[in-house]
């Protein structure tokens, strides 16, 4: 927790720690976006014409759509003419079949990173499939979760292997046509990854991708499916850091998650994307669309993020309540330092009866970001007896930053309960003095005080992450003090 | 142009608009021209549909000579409530029925139109200065009308202890109307005032009132106000209330929302200076299949000001309730306190709430809160009334009826505050067992 | 007047008592003793009908009646008074207003004229100066901003006013110094005659040396394992729970 005493300035300016670029040569397509690019993506992935088919239908609604304008982000314009869907890092034949054959400078890229790809197998119970740009290139821990009989792969393998469970699952959660972003996803996603848990199984790891991106200018489009067949269980990390580039690059993920009767996903994020510098130049935007499905009774969802990074983040894990006794949680913290700027949240619809969601979101604001919590809590006439509980808080740092709320509830049955609350402030100075005053220097305290304001959402990760992601809160905050 | 507006800009050309006024009126009605009315895609208008009012045609131009028998009215009056009265009957003002004899030093009382002829001055100061024409089309409309109305001065260092009473009464005439009232209250330096803005259906007529309230508040200036919106069960009501603040002053503001098909009350109050502090209790109580929709805004532009808001719903029948809450501290509006809160009883499975509580937040010394709730009755304090014998049903009643009395308990006025509370059980299940409970 | 035979209940899926027996005749004062969590206070909330308690086997018999097919109301109509071990603060609703309504419904009940507001003021005027109460707390609204032991008297100052025949004090000593304690006692004394029977609920022997009870029981694990007269009180208070607990193992 402690860091050292630079000072401010030095430390605000302190390169981005993971931003390098690594040199390969990529087999990219050129930019543009119209249904030859599609098609060429379809046959590059060797897909069926059911999926090509759904990916055109999706990219003819998207046609019909305009960028959403509602969240509270100042947006440069997009040229979505300008990006190049598809690149994939150059393989031999049909890619690789174990580690070895991994192209070794794909693995330094890890290492840099401090993921070293060849020790993973020994790191306990992490199963890792790394997405370099859009393609799956290693996949570890196989043969422990097939004993298992789960199917952990990338969204593409799944597509040869498994087209049956694909074909039923598939935009059924997040529809084609749901939103902007989604259905530009769903037109020209290219990989990611692909998790089955069949009935009554507890995987038996945690479940980690770490997504990156790398060639220059190429939007990546993430699509991940979880589904948690009766009864079963799953624990899925998602972590990221990306290289440091100038332009604005785009990222449109897509993930969907069902949970079946019984069943229990629990979805955990470190996001900590190149955010630009501090002038506000460069960074990710990172539009992303993430929602279960609690379809069968009893089922429980429970989001998990840490979002540091990327310039804009457009962001709103949900949770659709539709099996009686179902349960969404959604624990979240957010930092947005320098010109960053991030309008997130998350959606609870409540269908079933005796359903009940927690949110708990914690913002911290620094310099001169802007960040938005925006939620919706819906019961639904067939909801009786339907709880929610939200607790948001804001914590300001800087008097040039901004903080947002903008909840939205809507009751329709009057057995529901729903409970509200949120808080904005900046760090009591009392707080603050009170720890100098014991010895401890400014920043340490800042960061001691600030990682108390999210411990509720920390204590939600799994142990490893937890670590990483209060490191990764102290770095982010660097100097936002003083 | 859209034909539902059709007959606004008709009725406009009838208008009597040779004032100094007029070109203000003109620009109003082209601007209610261009935009219309607001469609349910717009953020501000996303839970209220405006169609019903769009759809009918009402008629803008008042024939006056209604008559109200003077019993009508003391049925609406307060009990023991020494005040000044300003009496508007379907629009119109009735001089008949005001009392605006002998007004205290430093108070100028008058209608809207007579104000236009004798304090032009103050008038084009302040007119049109507070309330919005772009931010509301019903706003726009409002000024484009503007005739009747209630004109307020209190001068400096003057405190008027009569609260002043302003009564719109609607009543069934030839035409489905429309009125327009507009009242501006102007409150010099270290003054004080209570204003009571009663809009009351006498009967169960259907008609349109679209009411705009401005408000400035010169340094240490203080007024209560009170807004009762009891318009009949077939009436819509937009009701604006617009206030500026001043240095160090304080505006208390009550509305209270129990009539109406379709109701929206706006309130907007901008502290533009320090120590500025904005008070909003609200309540509102629906049945049958009433709209109730009560958005406020707080604009902390200066540092040291202070907000807080408490608004409660009581829902019943097939009713919708929408509140909206919006509080925004500007860029260095440091040292800001704003506490929001805004809590609703569902009684029945038929009724909805959409509840927005918002911050938006661009200074960093600050503390600010809200809250939101939606639920029943608690059920600790249910089990503790019937364990002291109160039976099950009587319970219910009193604890609905203690929710919606924690606003009106600490309304200062004790005839409004008895009034209200009469009002309120009036509106709740099982009235008559209140009643029993609470007369000593 | 009260007899629990075999009586089960659960929260939930959680079953808390599980098998008890309990005969309570008129006049008597009866100690439940019981270290945390052995089911003293679900038995007082089972008693008066407390929602989300569901009674799985057993009897309750009141004064001849099932006591559990009542309303919590019609219990306290027929004369079950439970004090609260934390009453709850009610916004809005007059202190004087409640028990006013409380003593009509059951002068109702009983087929007794309701009392009009000159007489119910003279009734708790009286029935004040058994607990010490302060005059001002009786118009505030219903234990709203009182301490701790202004609560638990204003449970007594009602139990006084609506003299019912059976009263479960749950826990009434919890919270209370030693002044409060005496208060409390006293004004519980005060109410004890042939034909009012109390439970008192308790962690503490400490009540005990204030209120002398006729029967002592100890409960653990959801069933009265021991009882006796006074002396087991002190005897509990000197060697705590855990020996009766491996007798009766």
Known sequence: MSTNTENMEDLVGKDYEHGFVTDIDADTVAPGLNEETIAFISKKKEEPEWLLEWRLKAYRHWLTMEDPTWAHLDIEHIDYQAISYYSAPKSKDDGPKSLDEVDPKLLETYEKLGIPLQEQKFLAGVAVDAVFDSVSVATTFKGKLADAGVIFCSFSEAVKEHPELVKKYLGTVVPAADNFFGALNSAVFTDGSFVYIPKGVRCPMELSTYFRINASNTGQFERTLIIADEKSHVSYLEGCTAPMRDENQLHAAVVELVALEDAEIKYSTVQNWYPGDENGVGGIYNFVTKRADCRGNNSKVSWTQVETGSAITWKYPSCILKGDNSVGEFYSVAVTNNHQQADTGTKMIHIGKNTSSTIISKGISARHAQQSYRGLVKISKSAENARNYTQCDSLLMGDKCGAHTFPYIEAKNSSATVEHEATTSKIGDDQLFYCMQRGIKEEDAVNMIVNGFCKEVFKELPMEFAVEAQKLLGITLEGAVG | ?440 | MLKIENLHAKIGNKEILKGLNLSVNAGEVHAIMGPNGSGKSTLANVLAGRNGYDVTKGTVEYEGKNLLELAPEERAWAGVFLAFQYPVEIPGVNNVYLLKAAVNAVRKYRGEPELDAVEFLGLIKEKMKIVKMKEDLLNRSVNEGFSGGEKKRNEIFQMSVLEPKLAILDETDSGLDIDALKIVSEGVNSLRNEERSIILVTHYQRLLDYIKPDHVHVLSNGKIIKSGGPDLALELEEKGYDWIKEEAA
């Open chain 2, 1 to 440: 142009m859209s034909q539902d507006i059709q007959n606004y800009i008709s009725d406009f050309d009838q208008l009597k608009n040779d004032d100094w006024f007029a070109k203000n009126r003109q620009s109003a009605l082209n601007l209610f021209k261009d935009t219309g009315f607001p469609s349910s895609r717009l953020e501000n208008w996303k839970y209220t549909d405006v169609r019903p009012i769009k759809k009918k045609s009402f008629s803008n131009v008042t024939e006056a000579d209604v008559s109200v028998i003077a019993d009508e009215i003391n049925a609406i009056r307060f009990d023991g409530l020494d005040c000044i009265e300003v009496v508007f009957i379907n629009g119109v003002f009735s001089k008949e029925h005001s009392s605006l004899e002998e007004l205290d030093n430093g108070l100028v009382v008058e209608n809207m139109l007579d104000a236009l002829a004798n304090d032009k001055d103050l008038l084009a100061k302040h007119l049109t200065k507070y309330a919005d024409d772009k931010i509301s089309p019903f706003t726009a409309l409002n000024t484009a009308f503007i005739q009747n109305g209630t004109f307020i001065n209190v001068s400096a260092n003057t405190v008027i202890e009569k609260p002043i009473n302003i009564l719109y009464l609607s009543k069934e005439s030839n035409s489905a109307l429309a009125t327009h009232p507009r009242n501006l209250i102007v409150m010099g330096e270290n003054s004080e005032a209570t204003v009571i803005e009663s809009y009351i259906g006498l009967d169960d007529a259907n008609y349109f009132t679209n009411a705009v309230t401005e408000v400035s508040l010169s340094t240490n200036a203080i007024l209560k106000h009170y807004k009762i919106q009891q318009e009949s069960l077939n009436a819509y009501h937009i009701g604006n209330l617009n206030v500026m603040q001043g240095k160090d002053s304080k505006l208390e503001s009550h509305s209270i929302s129990l009539g109406g098909a379709l109701v929206r009350n706006d309130i907007h109050g901008q502290l533009a200076a320090e120590g500025a502090e904005i008070i909003m209790n609200g309540l509102y109580m629906t049945g049958d299949k009433q709209h109730v929709d009560n958005h406020t805004r707080v604009d902390h532009l200066k540092p040291r000001t202070l907000s807080t808001e408490n608004y409660r719903g009581v829902l019943n029948g097939k009713s919708r309730a929408v509140f909206n809450g919006k509080v925004i501290v500007h860029k260095d509006a440091q040292k800001i306190e704003a506490h929001q809160n805004n809590a609703n009883l569902l009684l029945s499975d038929d009724a909805e709430i959409d509840t927005k509580p918002e911050l938006e937040i661009y200074a960093d010394d600050v503390k600010c809160t809200h809250g939101a709730t939606v639920g029943q009755l608690d059920q600790n304090m249910l089990f503790y009334l019937r364990s002291r014998a109160i039976d099950e049903e009587t319970a219910r009643s009193l604890l609905t009826y203690a929710f919606a009395d924690e606003l009106i308990s600490n309304i200062s006025f004790a005839p409004i505050r008895n009034r209200l509370e009469r009002l309120v059980i009036g509106q709740l299940p099982d009235a008559a067992l209140i009643r029993e409970f609470t007369n000593e």
